[in-house]
């Protein structure tokens, strides 16, 4: 580690057994370090030394949480940690295709899920739902510029913890087993952070937090589905326990189909005395049959194509890479945010909805922002409709307003693709959100269809009458025909739709 920098850490103080004593210039050592990594290279070594040596797990988490009465102390420690966790994509811009480069983004990003591991602790959010809550209990008139500043930092370091990407080799974990992420939730949730931000999604005088608010709620439910947390807690029937049972006794007969066929392969003679055989009706280069040099069991899978190289796909041509499998969360964290969803769907949905809409026209976010209310839209019409549709806790979503605002970034992302080449993927991830927003809204308006309540059906008559149409309809047929029913409306196939965490692109950050 640099002298300089070793010395501004050994001034902090030191930890014995569970209490931390602090230096009495601790304070002017935490400003030294937010100077050092304001005046950082581009290779982040002030960031790498900080981590290598464990300076937020042994002395900035024990002075927030034994310390936290001394406001100075608090406000520069939660202004280091922000800088310290924010996400290894806004150190470096892009992910680095130069090998050195690349280097310290996984190093950084290695010590980034080091510090989520610190950060799932029930006294660490303990302490910042505290402050949060003192802040908020401070009327607009007696709220100060620091407190405001205050209020977004806090947001800001929970929206870094939990932006974090998990690590798979590292949680090696089978489903219902808690991930790191699952702890830190558990944590907020023990915490009384998530009541804190349905009060901030709800608030009439909070509106100013409605980004980071939804953006925290996406990060929270990054991993989860919405018809698999809306059954979670609910009883299984006979036929779903059946189904079960039959799908892993069909896994059981392929396994041993598979392990019967190697057996079979295997040989007890060196494969160059498997002998030569003549495919009869196959010709060759020539006018002579093909000669095959391998065993008989392999014959069907012979091609003409074996052992030649494949033909290289450019790049921007390339499919995307799948992503990677979903594991389910710990059934206590699952119940956890099903309860957190449906109170947020009755108490600030269609408001924190309407806030963000209105922010993202008048253009008052960050670039990307409009991802977090596609997400949002996605989602939770999706477990509506999975938990009992109504159609009073999503009106915000069901309007022409949304329905134009999503067919807009629909085109938006697809004349970008056209024009920006280089970055195809990352606008085919939006435009994808947008078309997953789009066939939930499709669904929303069958389900209305379909609901009991002639208030609610007319809803939908009037919702899709105000809709123009965008080509004039063809001259009526003079001939005769029967009437057909209307088909009912079918879920959209989406190759690889699912509702997976959203751009991770972080929102506003004003310690940019």
Known sequence: MNCELLATCSALGCLEGDTYHKEPDCLESVKDLIRFLRHEDETREVRQQLGDAQILQNDLLPLLVQHASDAQLFDAIIRLLVNLTQPALLCFGKVPQVPGERHHFLQITSHLQAYKEAFASEK???VLSEKLY???QLDWEQRQEED???IERIL?????VLHVPAEPTEEKSV??????????LWAVHLSGMDDLLQFLACATSEAQWALHVLEVIALMLRDQTPEQLAA???????AQQDEDARELEALRQREMVERRSRLRQRGTRHSRFGGSYIIQGLKSIGDRDVVFHKGLHNVCHYSSDLGKPGARVPRHRQPPPDPTPRRRSARNVRL????????????????LMALVKEQLGRARAEDHDETFYLWALSFFLGFSRARGFRAELVSEALSVSAFHAVEQQLRFCYEMMLIDKPQ?????????????AYQELLLSLQEMDRAPDPAVRHGSHVLKSECPPRFPSPDPCPLPCPSLPFPSLTPLRVAGATSSSPEQSPGSDSER
Do not use: Y
Not at 175 to 183: E, F, I, L, P, Y
Not at 336 to 351: A, H, K, M, T
């Open 148 to 150: 405001a500043l205050l």
């Open 175 to 184: 489903d219902d087993d808690a991930s790191a992420h699952d702890r830190v």
């Open 424 to 436: 195809i993927p990352a606008w085919a991830r939006r435009m994808h959100l947008a078309l997953k």
């Open 232 to 238: 979670t807690g609910q009883p299984r029937i006979a």
């Open 124 to 126: 660490v959010f303990g």
């Open 336 to 351: 956890f945010l099903r309860g957190f969803c449906e109170d947020f769907l009755r108490s600030g949905f269609n408001r």
């Open 156 to 160: 800001l370091l929970v929206r870094n």
């Open 134 to 136: 003192d802040l908020l």
